[in-house]
């Protein structure tokens, strides 16, 4: 699931929101351009043989640089060529770590002269991923006229898609991207964005030191920071797990990459930081502010599995102020007005998703400044260890802090109301 920070009816004023290896020597050393040897008694075999080749050499030509090598993997001109090119150039730009295609032997399925079959993608970004990005496709391969070589000659299946829901990366979809870098961060860009890269990377590089600063010792730095700073909305629109259903009201969000989706296995490869089109045109204060909101998921990670959107939200909002004088730390436009119509509990998850959602941003970081002027910063850690993977709040809040969650929303609204009285 991803967090970040919503935006409530198109208020464009202060809003804050919504991880190295070498490629195996043996992997390159298998990627000679000899064609595979044949064995008419066994075409299945054989394909397989030749499909396998073709993959090598598509990868090797990605990290080499090499077109013309990966033209002579591709079957087809015209617009799957041209996604192709797009795809290569994209690929081109990245800090690829590893980058490796496998056949499925057994899912080969005859399909006139050709064949579709399942074929896994294995990618790392290098400084970023802390491991391999597995993703699953569905190809087709089609043979050359002399019969000794299958390449591809499409890569959309609607149907194998429509029963393997994925989610692509922005160098995945059909757009060019712009990739940019700085110590630490590597950015994600558009034709539409790319002019506002030097700002996002400068924002992102001094917010990771500002946030790393407030952090607990025991939250190691995750390593290098990858931020999507789109133009297009399709990336956006493509995304399964925002924190609200509308695009439109996101200002930004941090997204889990699963080292594998369909492995279901928990684990997570990289926390990647979304920020939307509109907040590229904020000022230098509002960006920087939700920059280190994310940069704060992205800190947490793992840590917050489980726990309750007000406590991740409000942390994050927490840390991402502290840079700030408390004289200009300005709240979201609706809390008060929240707060005035009574507040009786801690909000649900559902509630960040709704039509207060911004206010109740707020009331989740005064619950936790409340928390850090009562009890010390230490104690926000210690209930986020406390709640980890599902803990009850009724049981953890009592045990941790002596008062029910009721007296604690209070207790945080009446700090947020005589401090903006």
Known sequence: MSTGRARTRGARGFVATLLPLALAGALLAACGDDDPPSSPGDPTGLAVQEIEHTLRQRARAILDGDSVLFHRTVAGRGTFLDDQDRYFDNLGQLPLGMLRFDLDPTSLDKDGDGYWADVTVRLRLQGYDVSPVITHDHWRFAPTRNQRRYLLASTTDKRWEADHPSQPQPWDLDEEIEVRDAPGVLGIFDDGSVGSAS??????????????????????????????????????????????????????????????????????????????PHVLDQTGDVLDRLVRHELTHVAVGSRARGVPLWLSEGIAEYVSVQPIAPAERRLQTDALDLAARGVEDLPSDADFSGADAEGWYAVSWWVCEYIAATYGASALWALLDALHDGGDQADVVPEQLGISTAQLVAEGIALMRRTYA
């Open 199 to 276: 700002t996002v990377l400068d924002a992102v590089a001094e917010g990771r030191f500002q946030v790393r600063s407030v952090l607990p010792a025991d939250l190691t730095d995750p390593g290098g920071v990858v931020v999507y700073a789109l133009s297009d909305p399709e990336f956006v629109e493509s995304l399964s797990s925002l924190p609200v259903n509308d695009p439109d009201r996101l200002d930004g969000a941090t997204v889990p990459v699963p080292h594998d989706a369909e492995g279901g296995d928990g684990r997570v490869s990289s926390y990647r930081v979304l920020l939307t």
